[in-house]
Nanobody, 121 residues
Framework: QVQLAESGGGLVQTGGSLRLSCAAS????????IGWFRQSPGKDRDFVAA???????YYADSVKGRFTISRDNDKNTAYLQLNTLKPEDTAVYYC???????????????WGQGTQVTVSS
């Protein structure tokens, strides 16, 4: 079992930045990739970024160059740095975990509860 808890969401103006955190716990957490997804009202939950235990990173095209995922394995925490935010980035951001990138992007095994990011224009 892996438990995930997000934090760091909030309200920010267009062009601003936020850093989201995902604290993971569980005996085997270091075997898992940690990913971020986001969901806006009335839309599907979309993949944003992921990072492996060895710090391989994966990004959706829509956020490349603006968002950066990182991971502190000693703290079992993953981060998502959101820069140059746009109103269309407004969503609930969820962290998720699975053991392989294909599985993570299609059907994460574990989810956090989500954190709201709102970008005002």
């Amino acid at each position: 079992q892996v438990q995930l808890a997000e934090s760091g969401g909030g309200l920010v103006q267009t062009g601003g930045s936020l850093r989201l955190s995902c604290a993971a716990s569980g005996r085997t957490v270091r075997h898992y990739l940690i990913g971020w997804f986001r969901q806006s009202p009335g839309k599907d939950r979309d993949f944003v970024a992921a990072i492996s235990w060895g710090n391989s990173t994966y990004y959706a095209d829509s956020v490349k160059g603006r968002f950066t995922i990182s991971r502190d394995n000693d703290k079992n925490t993953a981060y998502l740095q959101l820069n140059t935010l746009k109103p269309e980035d407004t969503a609930v951001y969820y962290c998720a975990a699975n053991t392989h990138i294909a599985s993570l992007t299609r059907r994460p095994a574990y989810w956090g509860q989500g954190t709201q990011v709102t970008v005002s224009s």
